[in-house]
């Protein structure tokens, strides 16, 4: 018996209506059919010309590319014509900045490069600096007999500087890329012993002393303290022993000698400039 309220609808309520309304709802067909005959009734009032004028003006600029294209040289982005296809005459290599070499033009017809600046490769290009130089040799290492020796020192302090100059005597060029060692003698001519030392960075560089030309190189004589010095000096580089002519420094301008007589060190740098 009912009491006047409404029944809570159940599921099978709920199924019910949703088919109801499936079977009052329009076809989908309907409602394309509906969509295409609106879109050609607009089209048909005003989009159909200019679509068509549109076309008609397409086509004529494609004809006019097309006839200038023929009647002109290609040319590149900068201006100058292009380079000639893969297989036609006087196709020349070109050298692009990195060093690499590429073709003119392309298999299309295009430039390899447009734009980029490229130089062609001939006699005179740089080589890549990828490559390190090549150093000519004389063959051998400057003997005593191909050159003269002299060294000029000047005083500082505890230390004594020495300019070193060498002078190829002979007739053919040496090598010279080396670091002399020094002997000091004193006027009596006897050696002093003073503790030779040298770094051993490795030498690159131009090896060659040339036939009447002269290469310096520095030495520095820490620890040296006045003490006096002969007239000569003895210097060697592993291809003998040369004498050169000292010229002595100013004993008024030295400092205190050290504590410890074998802090003196004596260094030396490698001879330049040469060839």
């Not at 005003?46 to 003006?57: E, H, K, S, T």
């Not at 734009?115 to 090549?134: C, D, H």
């Not at 505890?158 to 090598?175: E, V």
Request: glycine share 10%.
């Amino acid at each position: 018996m009912s009491d006047g309220r409404p029944r809570p609808r159940t599921e099978d309520d709920l199924r019910a209506a949703y088919q109801l309304a499936a079977q009052d709802a329009p076809q989908r067909a309907t409602v394309l059919a509906g969509v295409l005959e609106h879109r050609d009734r607009r089209q048909r009032g005003f989009g159909a010309p200019i679509a068509g004028i549109v076309a008609v003006l397409a086509v004529i600029g494609v004809l006019v590319g097309i006839a200038l294209s023929d009647s002109h040289p290609r040319r590149t982005t900068n201006g100058a014509a292009a380079s000639p296809r893969i297989g036609d005459e006087n196709v020349s290599l070109h050298a692009t900045p990195s060093g690499l070499a590429s073709a003119g033009a392309s298999a299309g017809g295009g430039s390899a490069n447009a734009g980029s600046t490229s130089t062609t490769i001939g006699p005179n290009v740089s080589p890549s600096p990828l490559i390190p130089p090549i150093y000519p040799s004389a063959g051998h290492t400057c003997a005593p007999s191909e050159v003269s020796v002299s060294i000029v020192w000047s005083a500082g302090g505890n230390a004594a500087y020495g300019q070193i100059t060498a002078l190829n005597t002979s007739t053919a060029a040496c090598d010279l890329l080396v670091k002399p060692a020094v002997t000091p003698l004193t006027p009596s001519g006897s050696p002093i012993a003073v503790r030779m030392v040298q770094s051993q960075e490795a030498a690159l560089g131009p090896q060659r002393l040339l036939p009447g030309a002269t290469a310096r190189a520095q030495v520095t004589w820490n620890g040296w303290c006045g003490i006096a010095l002969g007239n000569t000096a003895q210097l060697s580089w592993g291809s003998g022993t040369v004498t050169a002519a000292s010229s002595p420094p100013d004993r008024s301008q030295a400092g205190h000698c050290p504590a410890n007589p074998e802090l003196a060190t004596m260094t030396s740098t490698y001879f330049s400039p040469l060839h």
